[in-house]
């Protein structure tokens, strides 16, 4: 009668037990490197998305206004959103700030296998410095996070770029204006067509940097450049210390995720750009090395000018998001998604006029930290086993007035069959964990 | 230079820290009562709540109309969403069905202690079960929720009340139609009226009884029957099967809390009546007993008609729904509120060129399950120590070149002060948590 809406997602337990598997993984990740919670909320002021993130995501914004006339929007991302909070708050906060936060953000997307309009992130950063040390971290914390959920080396790689090498080359092909071959670049809609160049075919590719400004030869030109991945080569072309600055930045980053422990997952490709239009630094993303799933699993970078252009002080920052929907195709494909299964400890069997006692074995068992389900439909004995299968219970105790009425229970292991009888006020008892087993 | 819109909250680490804990215990008392975590939309079809919920929170929604020309809602509540989903997978789902979920919801209200516009809320439903068992084991786990978050018994109560004796007795009220006594009640406004009765003067209350359809009368005469809390004398004054079996149903409820160890914790109170139109049976409210809390901290109960109204079968549902700014309120008025602080294992602080060594440790650190920092930032000795108090490290690792040409790390104690030399090929060597302790 009521239908879902079309790129928005139901989660049954089965589902959501992985789910909840994989983000306990990646979030303990991040609290071991000392990344603290943030929570933060589902609607901003639209113009936070309109100055700062770039067009792509304004036009995928739902947007509205509220019954207060303000102009509203589903968050789409939580970078500007930290980057606010870390405004509000100015000097309060000691420096590094490491915050982590998984929560959906929303964008009206089309709508395709591994997007939806409703997604999960999780995202990570660190403010406050503009050393390789930072960058590192995010990078070996994302490493980290991927091997903890069961990847291993060679199923998944970094390519690592930097957005001040691209920015500074196209600087350099521009010209300063002086001389006749100068040509006028927008460099934000370059930077977006280097983004697209691995989706699109090369005459597509050329057509957008020449729609940004580029000849086709400089177009052709700058292609072999950054495929070259020859950093000396792209110092030398440019002859600017932005240029030379930005590859030495990019060295010390590599160097630094070397002592972090990450450097093999790293390649070097500078045809990574990363779609939004604040990132200043070294950007990333992150693939799955058998190509199976095609686009970027997750990526992130450093966006150094962000929280100053809030009306903040000047405070580098850097950080990765991953979604659930990428990062669930990659686990899938490399065999380390969690199997969707219910656990429950014991079923609390009852037959008869039993609740009473029943009712006070669930909750002893409880009280001892498992999980513990017993009849809340007056059904019959078959029906509660059925029931103690399909939730997959370990143990079921049958507390039927028969046994009750010899002081007894029974305690069945579901696995085997076994089953025996115990002393009703022997259970649990002393035991922590009373199993079948314990009692023949 | 943007600001957060009102009603809405950023949590920084301090609170989230303690929002964290809180959230942990509840979702861990409703896990071992066997209730499985499922995933859910932000967004709904407008009208799922323009239909079932009343008018209330029709009024507050956030809605607005999608780039695809849907209108949609952002969802003030869980239970339509939860029957949607109930209805959608039909006989699939093995009775009973035993949910829960924490997430933000949205609504346009007035802000006010304990009440904002973005608020986050832990759902627990059972469906599929009309038995007392039912509504008891909710409110098993309502009452152990908030015992084990720390409160004790006494320092809240639920007031238990049955929609159908309410609605019962204003059927008997407006009479069968043959009578010129009779009167035209609007059984939904009048229980609106009840909901708001303990937050009204008398004389308003009545005007609204009035409203809907009782004489001034009839007003007083409901009001002294729900106030007597006399169960026999409603059964007698209503006269008919319904109000008899509402009340039947009433006492079942309150005999299961008796074997599922909740019943110290509820009070009988006919007035107690909820504000959403969907519940039929047994509603109750968590109350602060010493009244500084002064509004219901939360409250459920019983809808058994809205799965079938939604195009499912037949299915009895009841549950709760615990408000994370309401309960804050009862923690912090009852000392049970966490301590807001963050927990760091080890600081290691590098001195000199030391980072490849630094890092080792923090990695080894970190693989046996510790929260570690390091130096992020090329700071100083003095600077790295101070941020190491800043988080709470309870041991600083000093990583420096001198002690390493030594071969030694040193271990320092930041509780004491007091520290050692350690050889650094023993750190942390066997050890899974190594401390000063260790190694003096």
Redesign the interface.
């Known amino acids: ?6 790129g ?6 089965e ?3 992985a ?2 598997e994989v983000l306990d993984t990646v979030e303990a990740t991040a ?4 990344f ?10 639209t ?2 998305y309109v100055d700062k993130s770039g067009e792509e995501i304004v036009d995928e914004l ?1 947007t ?5 006339g ?1 102009d ?1 929007a ?1 968050t789409p991302e939580l970078t ?2 930290v980057a ?2 870390v ?3 100015g000097q309060e ?4 700030i ?2 982590v936060s998984t929560r ?1 953000f ?1 964008r ?1 997307e089309q709508v395709q296998q591994g997007r939806f309009r ?1 997604f999960y992130q999780t995202n990570v950063d ?1 403010f ?2 503009a ?1 390789p ?2 960058d590192a ?1 995010i990078l070996a914390f994302a490493a ?1 996070a991927l091997t903890n959920l069961g990847l291993s080396e060679g199923e998944f790689e970094f390519r690592v770029s930097h957005r001040d090498i691209l920015g500074g080359l196209l600087e350099s092909m521009a010209g300063d204006g002086g001389s006749e071959t100068d040509v006028d670049i927008d460099v934000r809609d370059a930077i977006r067509a280097v983004d697209k160049s691995a989706k699109v075919e090369r005459n597509e590719y050329y057509d957008l940097l020449h729609d940004a400004g580029l000849s086709y030869d400089q177009a052709r030109e700058f292609d072999d450049l950054l495929s070259s991945q020859d950093l000396d080569a792209l110092v030398e072309f440019a002859g600017t210390d932005r240029v030379e600055s930005a590859v030495s930045n990019l060295r010390r980053v590599l160097d ?1 995720t ?4 990450v450097r093999e997952h790293c390649t070097l490709s500078l045809e990574t750009a990363r779609g939004l239009d604040y990132y200043t630094g070294v950007v990333f993303e992150c693939f799955d090395t058998t190509g199976e799933v095609s686009r970027a699993v997750f990526g992130g970078g450093r966006y150094d000018d962000l929280i100053e252009s ?2 903040g002080q000047s405070t580098p920052a850097v950080g990765v998001a991953l979604g659930d929907a990428t990062l669930q195709l990659l686990c899938e494909r490399a065999g380390a998604w969690p199997d969707e299964e ?1 656990a ?1 400890d014991y079923y609390v069997l009852t037959v008869g006029d039993t ?2 006692v029943a ?2 074995i669930a ?1 002893d068992l ?1 009280s001892r ?10 059904r019959g004995f078959g029906s509660q086993l059925s ?1 103690a299968d ?2 997959n219970a370990e143990t079921v105790v049958i507390v039927g007035e028969q046994d009750l009425a010899n002081g007894e229970v029974t305690v069945k292991e579901m696995a085997s069959g076994e089953q025996t009888t115990v002393p009703v006020d022997e259970f649990p008892g002393e035991h922590d964990e009373p199993r079948y087993g314990d009692f023949v």
Do not use: C, I, N, Q
């Open positions: 009668m009521y239908d879902r809406l079309k928005f997602r139901d989660f049954y337990p589902e959501m037990t789910r909840r609290g071991r490197y000392g603290r919670e943030v929570g933060t909320p589902a609607l901003e002021r113009r936070m739902y509205f206004e509220d019954k207060g303000r509203v589903l500007p959103t606010r909070m405004v509000a708050k906060l000691s420096k590094p490491k915050w959906p929303w009206y409703e660190v406050g410095s050393e040390e930072a971290e980290d630094a070397e002592d972090f422990g809030f009306g219910l429950t609740r009473d009712a006070r909750r409880r930290g498992h999980v513990v389900e017993t009849d809340l439909s007056d029931y399909t939730v």
